[in-house]
Nanobody, 123 residues
Framework: QVQLVESGGELVEAGGSLRISCAAS????????MAWFRQAPGKEREFVAAISGAGDRTFYSDSVKGRFTISRDNAKDTSYLQLNSLKPEDTAKYYC????????????????WGQGTQVTVSS
């Protein structure tokens, strides 16, 4: 069983940057593809980014491509999401997820989820 704990969410101004983290425990993280999803109030959960277990392949939604960067440090069992050029529409609760399979944009392909960290972007 993998336990995921997100951290680093906070209130930032539009145009600002932030890095959020996802710390894993319980299993070797390199065996898992990792992803970030987000959900804003009243909206459906949305795929943001994913990374393969080895960290050699990354995937992004069109809405964040070029602004966000997903990475991982398997030695620290931690995944990161660097958020740059933040916009008010990026405001959401960001969730970390893990799967033993290839990275996917579908949330139901992920077996393990964290509790989320809130990112709020002021205009």
């Amino acid at each position: 069983q993998v336990q995921l704990v997100e951290s680093g969410g906070e209130l930032v101004e539009a145009g600002g940057s932030l890095r959020i983290s996802c710390a894993a425990s319980g299993r070797t993280l390199s065996n898992y593809a990792m992803a970030w999803f987000r959900q804003a109030p009243g909206k459906e959960r949305e795929f943001v980014a994913a990374i393969s277990g080895a960290g050699d392949r990354t995937f992004y939604s069109d809405s964040v491509k070029g602004r966000f960067t997903i990475s991982r440090d398997n030695a620290k069992d931690t995944s990161y999401l660097q958020l740059n050029s933040l916009k008010p529409e990026d405001t959401a609760k960001y969730y970390c997820a893990a799967t033993r399979f290839w990275p996917s944009v579908r949330g139901d392909n992920y077996d393990h989820w964290g509790q989320g960290t809130q990112v709020t972007v002021s205009s």
